[in-house]
């Protein structure tokens, strides 16, 4: 794989119209994604957490992949819901991105996207915010340890295409442009 840092990547892609196949119905496999992807003239493509199996001979093969086709894992996409008002799912959603945390810098990727989480009713938008800027913060050791920024993520330009191999589709975005979450930041 070339020498250089997720961050230089000019190019990624994210398969957004093909998350049903590799999320949900499971019709496609992430060695296919991976494959289609290596034909699209890309840098990278960024991951989701909701189509890896935390499973290190799957993370293994998945990386052989990306660097047997010369591509980077700049960014993976992760929706924690850090909303959540009871503290045990709440730990749990914790726990899961830490894992993701780890999972990124396992991919050599430098981003790790997050959310905030869910509008909830009896959850005040001023409580929901301070408990989800809470726990980006209290993340931000964890993720700056394993050399990983988080970042939420706002779209601002987006080129889309249909990018068909056969029946297959992929929607990808030129550049994006993310905030960095910082320790003192507001």
């Known amino acids: 794989m070339q020498e250089r840092t997720a961050i230089e990547a000019e190019a990624g892609c994210l398969p957004q119209v093909l998350m049903d196949e590799l999320c949900v119905r499971h019709t496609m496999k992430l060695s296919e994604w991976i494959e289609l992807g290596g034909t699209l003239g890309v840098d990278g493509l960024e991951f ?7 499973e ?35 730990q749990r959603e914790i726990e899961r991105e830490k894992r993701m945390i780890a999972v990124t810098a396992f991919f050599g990727g430098r981003f ?3 959310l905030s989480g869910q509008r909830r009713p009896g959850l005040s938008r001023t409580d929901g915010v301070a408990q989800v800027v809470r726990v980006i913060r209290d993340l931000l050791p964890v993720a700056q340890s394993q050399g990983v920024v988080l970042v939420l993520e706002i779209i601002t330009r987006t080129i889309t295409g249909n ?24």
């Open 163 to 186: 990018i068909r191999s056969s029946r297959r589709k992929a929607t990808c975005s030129s550049r994006s442009s993310a905030r960095s979450i910082r320790p003192g930041s507001g």
């Open 112 to 114: 790790c996207r997050v």
């Open 48 to 54: 989701y957490s909701g189509f890896l199996k935390d």
């Open 56 to 90: 290190p001979k799957f993370l293994e093969t998945a990386r052989d992949e990306l660097e047997r086709r010369g591509l980077e894992m700049p960014m993976l996409c992760c929706s924690p819901d850090f909303t959540q008002p009871d503290p045990v799912l709440l």
